[in-house]
């Protein structure tokens, strides 16, 4: 079974960055789409961004909600299993739980969460 850790989130003020990992194990990561979501306090979970299996028709494709495109870059190294986020630029309204989601035809799996807080 696939089990997903998610690292790196944290304090840090406006403007700054911070890079956010998804380990992956028990499974290669590359025959999954991948996903992160993220969740505010009182909000819905949200898509954040998502990059296609390396297999699929789109090729390892990446895409982004509105409000992050063009300040967040996801990533894969297959070599380490993991999928990384870039957020550069963070505002106080990216604060919230990320989540990091892999899904294939047959079901998907979730990971416990990294807390990122960006303070004004």
């Known amino acids: 079974q696939l089990q997903l850790v998610e690292s790196g989130g944290g304090l840090v003020q406006s403007g700054g960055s911070l890079r956010l990992s998804c380990a992956a194990s028990g499974y290669t990561l590359d025959y999954y789409d991948v996903a992160w979501f993220r969740q505010a306090p009182g909000k819905e979970r949200e898509g954040v961004s998502c990059?296609?299996?390396?297999?699929?028709?789109?090729?390892?494709?990446?895409n982004y909600a509105d409000s992050v495109r063009g300040r967040f870059t996801i990533s894969r190294d297959n070599a380490k299993n993991t999928v990384y986020l870039q957020m550069n630029s963070l505002k106080p309204e990216d604060t919230a739980v990320y989540y990091c989601?892999?899904?294939?035809?047959?079901?998907?799996?979730w990971g416990q969460g990294t807390q990122v807080t960006v303070s004004s």
């Open positions: 989601n892999a899904v294939t035809v047959a079901g998907g799996y």
């Open positions: 990059i296609s299996s390396s297999g699929s028709s789109s090729g390892g494709s990446a």
